[in-house]
């Protein structure tokens, strides 16, 4: 039986599935579907955030899977982030707060800061003059307070780079258990997992199959990728996404599509040879 890889550790000692369900950049009405379609598939991971504006309807969706008995709250694991508007110390709780009564839970699995960037109140966008001077340590000071309280069971970052998630590991009482980054086959983090995994940091990667926004989307076009799909009798995104389990990080591929999801899901009963 090959190593299935359906969990990782976190330095909390909780368990995080290997492959979640990603929500960002999604129309209204379209993610609620493909949280429970991705649930009833076996997806026992969903990542959200208080900036992909969809946390209610997520949350309806969650009620709706526990109310019928398809899952019970224990065994799913939620992520959601602080908003880069929110970083002021006394924003914090207030921030989770409001992402808990959007979700209707007690509690987030998994709490991250979004950006190592700070925006003034009711800002939009990272323009230069919406941009506020950054004090990491203080947010995640509060981070750490939202920890001690049950609300966050465990604590991380996202977008951080090797220095500022140093910086935040020589202050920190309690250490990032996560950084979610975007990698994938075709920008692989190396300097950053080797640095992750030497701290004993999960490294997570969202935009696994590439991301249309960047220059590096063209991941499943690549060729060694889709060679190694054709041996195997997989597609490039499962490849990719396996490539991902088998570098020691979670992935979090995105998509609205029923057929897709479950496509996404395929990938523990194989594994990609070492010699490929």
Known sequence: MEDEIRFFELNTGAKIPSVGLGTAQADPGL???????????????????????????????????????????????ITSKLWCTDHDPLDVPEALNRTLQDLQLDYVDLYLIHWPVSLKKGST??????????????????MEVLFDSGKAKAIGVSNFSTKKLADILEVARVPPAVNQVE????????????FCKSKGVHLSGYSPLGSPAWLKSDVLKNPILGTVAEKL?????????RWGLQMGQSVLPKSTHEDRIKQNFDVFSWSIPEDM
Request: glycine letters at 8%; proline letters at 6%; charged letters at 25%.
């Open 125 to 142: 966008g990272f323009k230069p003059e919406n941009i506020l001077p950054t004090d990491i340590p203080s947010t995640w000071k509060a």
């Open 183 to 194: 990698c994938h086959p075709s920008w692989q983090q190396t300097v950053l997992r080797d």
């Open 31 to 77: 993610f609620g579907n493909a949280v429970e379609a991705a649930v009833k598939i076996g997806y026992r991971h969903i990542d959200c955030a208080q900036f992909y504006g969809n946390e209610k309807e997520i949350g309806l969706v969650l009620k709706k899977l526990f109310d019928d008995g398809v899952v019970r709250r224990e065994e799913i694991f």
């Open 233 to 241: 009798g997989k597609t490039p995104a499962q490849v990719a996404l």
